[in-house]
């Protein structure tokens, strides 16, 4: 018996000893400690033996298992070791190889119009605000009078999460307009905000994005009325296409959230193959408008018969793609880094009423 144990033992070591790496060397760990393995059959053998035969045994066996385990762990930590260095040695890098041409960095257009939009209004006094891309039903829809069943919901091709635990659908805004709710719930007015950032629509072409960017408009106060309206975008739309005077034609819209509601087109020419904003023959649809609707007020726990505003929305892609000559709205997301150093804006650039904004 004793005997076997050492026969048992040498087979083991040596095949310890020859492997070569880790998957081998856990075969033998399966065939010898494993639970039908081959020491492990001598440990179970030691139940039918007698108490005598056990006493002497028992400390063989045990010694033989922890010697095994041992001899395992240490040429796994060996083996281990190895295949570290085989691995550093491949993935070896040489840090005194010349670098790659560096790449030159540009401000998208999107951002920089951004940038511009936020400048014109800080200085008509106008602060941020800001709302998550994911909206409730309550904020982009409920709150903004465009109850379920409504018909406007299908205005918006609307993408929705999946229901929450409670059935509640999250969905992506469909506009900036629920920031004119978390804006009205969370401050007192005087309210003079704009909320700049991502929308989303399911629609894509050359002029729609299924992603896409929104720059809201909210005030509100005691004595609003549609001339502010008028006059806040004329200032708008003056300073941003950076020109003398333009003229504006509200025409009369529908809105849910607004009272009444208002589509703003801005005077300009197509001649020579260019828009040109300002005078011309032609109108441009730039954005939507309106005075608050009061049941927009109620629900933020406005009394409308104290407080009136007025609020619009604007696409930033389209007033970019105006402003600076480009045709394809899906460029603006292919990250092609020609069509960025092209139309990309330096980051020392920062749009400034004084020094200019582009
Ligand atoms: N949210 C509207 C849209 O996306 C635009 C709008 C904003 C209209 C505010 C009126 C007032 O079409």
């Known amino acids: 018996m004793q005997q076997d144990i050492e026969k048992l033992k040498t087979e083991i070591t040596s095949a310890i000893a020859a492997s070569e790496n ?32 056990r006493k002497e045994m028992g400390p063989i066996l045990n010694a033989l298992k922890t010697d095994i385990a041992n001899e395992i762990a240490d040429r796994k930590a060996t083996l281990e070791e190895v295949a ?15 670098p790659r041409d560096r790449q030159q960095g540009s401000i998208h257009p999107i951002s920089q119009v951004m940038d511009e939009i936020a400048e014109i209004f800080a200085s008509l006094g106008f602060d941020v605000a800001e709302g998550p ?50 804006t009205m719930v969370n401050k007192e007015p005087p309210i003079r905000i704009i909320a700049p950032g991502r929308t989303y629509r399911s629609d894509s072409d050359a002029t729609h994005t299924p992603m896409f960017h929104q720059v809201e408009g909210l005030v509100i106060d005691k004595d609003t009325h549609l001339g502010h309206l008028k006059g806040t975008l004329e200032a708008f739309l003056k300073a941003f296409f950076e020109v003398d005077a333009v003229t504006l034609r509200l025409r009369p819209s529908y809105f849910p959230f607004t009272e009444p509601s208002m589509e703003v087109d801005v ?21 939507g408008s309106g005075m608050v609707h009061r049941k927009v007020l109620e629900a933020c726990d406005l009394d409308p018969s104290v407080y009136q505003g007025f609020a619009f929305g604007c696409g930033i892609d389209r007033l970019a793609m105006l ?23 330096s980051a020392l650039n920062i749009p400034t009423i004084a020094g200019g904004l582009s």
């Open 133 to 182: 891309d994911l909206e409730t039903d309550f904020y982009n829809f409920t709150a903004l009078n465009i109850p379920e069943e409504h018909p406007a919901r299908q205005m918006h091709d609307t993408f929705y999460l999946k229901p929450d635990a409670n059935g509640d659908r999250k969905v992506l805004r469909t506009h900036t307009s629920p920031v004119q709710i978390r």
């Open 323 to 345: 402003k600076y000559g480009m045709n394809d709205l899906r460029a603006f997301f292919d990250s092609d880094l020609r069509w960025l150093r092209h139309y990309g804006f």
């Open 22 to 53: 880790l998957d081998t060397l856990e075969e033998i760990r399966v065939s010898s400690l494993g639970k039908k393995g081959s020491v492990s059959g001598l440990m179970k053998g030691l139940g039918g033996m007698t108490p005598e035969e």
């Open 84 to 98: 570290l260095n085989a691995r550093l040695l491949e993935e070896k890098l040489d840090v005194t190889l010349p």
């Open 267 to 287: 005077q300009c020419s197509f001649e020579g193959g260019t828009v040109k904003i300002g005078d011309g023959n032609d109108w441009l649809e730039v954005l």
